[in-house]
C-alpha cells in the first residue's frame, strides 16, 4: 500500500469531519472572525500530519561526492547521464557502480563495506533505493537540457559537489523555491556566442581552470516571464 493510499482515508474522515462543523457554524451563525478560525483549524485536519508523512531521507549507500567527483575526478555526466539530452540528470543503475567497484574494492574498511552493499544490490538485481534530495514539485516543469545547452554550470545550482560527502537536506546550496528560479530567470547573464559565459571548465561540475581565458561576453539573456514556461 502506498502512503498516499494509507493516508487517504485519514483525510476522507477529517474532511467529513470539516463539513459538520461547518454546518453547525452557518446554524449558530457565527461571526467573520470566528469562521476564519474555523478555516484554519479545518485546513490543519485536512492536511495530513507531517509526523505520518514524513520520510526518511537516510541514504541507503554513504556516497562520497569528495571521493568520486573531488580526489578521483569523475565527472557529473560520468554518471547523470542524462542531463544534458533529458529534462532529468538521471541516476546511475547499479551496473554503472558496479562496473568500478568490481575491480575498486576500497582502500578503508569503511569504504569496503559501503563498496559491499554495492556489489548485494549488483548480485540481488536490485535497484539501489537512492533518496531524491534535489526535487521541485511535481507542478513544476524543469528541464536539466534546457539549462545546460545555454551553457549553465551544475554548481550554479548544486554548488561544488566535489565537496559533498553525503548528499541531504543540509549539503543543498541553493533552495530551488520558486523565488530562485524567478531570481534567475530575471536576471542579465552575459554570454559568448549565444552560450552563458563562465568560467572555463575541463568538464560540467569541475573546479575552473586556473590560468584559462575566457571568452568576452558580446551580450547577455535572461529566462522566459511566461508562468506556462514551468507550469504547463
Same mark, same amino acid.
Given at each position: 500500500?502506498?502512503?498516499?493510499?494509507?493516508?487517504?482515508?485519514?483525510?476522507?474522515?477529517?474532511r467529513?469531519?470539516?463539513?459538520?462543523?461547518?454546518?453547525?457554524?452557518?446554524?449558530?451563525?457565527?461571526?467573520?472572525?470566528?469562521?476564519?478560525?474555523?478555516?484554519?483549524?479545518?485546513?490543519?485536519?485536512?492536511?495530513?500530519?507531517?509526523?505520518?508523512?514524513?520520510?526518511?531521507?537516510?541514504?541507503?549507500?554513504?556516497?562520497?561526492?569528495?571521493?568520486?567527483?573531488?580526489?578521483?575526478?569523475?565527472?557529473?555526466?560520468?554518471?547523470?547521464?542524462?542531463?544534458?539530452?533529458?529534462?532529468?540528470?538521471?541516476?546511475?543503475?547499479?551496473?554503472?557502480?558496479?562496473?568500478?567497484?568490481?575491480?575498486?574494492?576500497?582502500?578503508?574498511?569503511?569504504?569496503?563495506?559501503?563498496?559491499?552493499?554495492?556489489?548485494?544490490?549488483?548480485?540481488?538485481?536490485?535497484?539501489?533505493?537512492?533518496?531524491?534530495?534535489?526535487?521541485?514539485?511535481?507542478f513544476?516543469?524543469?528541464?536539466?537540457?534546457?539549462?545546460?545547452?545555454?551553457?549553465?554550470?551544475?554548481?550554479?545550482?548544486?554548488?561544488?559537489?566535489?565537496?559533498?560527502?553525503?548528499?541531504?537536506? =543540509? #549539503?543543498? /546550496? !541553493? *533552495?530551488?523555491?520558486?523565488?530562485?528560479?524567478?531570481?534567475?530567470?530575471? $536576471?542579465? @547573464?552575459?554570454?559568448?556566442?549565444?552560450?552563458?559565459?563562465?568560467?572555463v571548465?575541463l568538464?560540467?561540475?569541475?573546479h575552473?581552470?586556473?590560468? =584559462? #581565458?575566457? /571568452? !568576452? *561576453?558580446?551580450?547577455?539573456?535572461?529566462?522566459?516571464?511566461?508562468?506556462? $514556461?514551468? @507550469?504547463?
Open positions: 500500500m502506498t502512503l498516499n493510499a494509507a493516508i487517504r482515508p485519514i483525510q476522507n474522515g477529517r467529513l469531519q470539516t463539513i459538520i462543523i461547518g454546518l453547525r457554524m452557518k446554524k449558530h451563525g457565527l461571526n467573520i472572525a470566528h469562521k476564519l478560525i474555523f478555516l484554519f483549524v479545518a485546513s490543519l485536519l485536512v492536511i495530513p500530519s507531517l509526523a505520518i508523512a514524513e520520510p526518511d531521507f537516510t541514504q541507503p549507500i554513504k556516497f562520497s561526492h569528495v571521493t568520486h567527483a573531488g580526489k578521483n575526478g569523475v565527472p557529473c555526466e560520468f554518471c547523470h547521464i542524462y542531463a544534458r539530452r533529458s529534462i532529468v540528470s538521471g541516476i546511475p543503475p547499479v551496473r554503472t557502480c558496479y562496473g568500478c567497484h568490481s575491480v575498486v574494492k576500497g582502500s578503508t574498511e569503511f569504504q569496503k563495506k559501503e563498496i559491499a552493499k554495492v556489489v548485494g544490490f549488483w548480485e540481488r538485481q536490485e535497484p539501489i533505493p537512492w533518496k531524491k534530495i534535489h526535487d521541485v514539485p511535481d513544476v516543469h524543469f528541464s536539466h537540457k534546457r539549462h545546460i545547452k545555454i551553457g549553465f554550470d551544475c554548481t550554479q545550482c548544486h554548488g561544488d559537489m566535489s565537496k559533498v560527502k553525503e548528499v541531504n537536506f =543540509a #549539503a543543498m /546550496k !541553493q *533552495p530551488l523555491s520558486m523565488g530562485f528560479c524567478v531570481k534567475c530567470h530575471m $536576471t542579465k @547573464h552575459p554570454t559568448a556566442n549565444g552560450k552563458i559565459a563562465g568560467p571548465r568538464t560540467r561540475g569541475a575552473p581552470i586556473a590560468g =584559462a #581565458a575566457q /571568452k !568576452q *561576453p558580446d551580450g547577455n539573456i535572461s529566462g522566459s516571464r511566461d508562468c506556462y $514556461t514551468c @507550469h504547463k
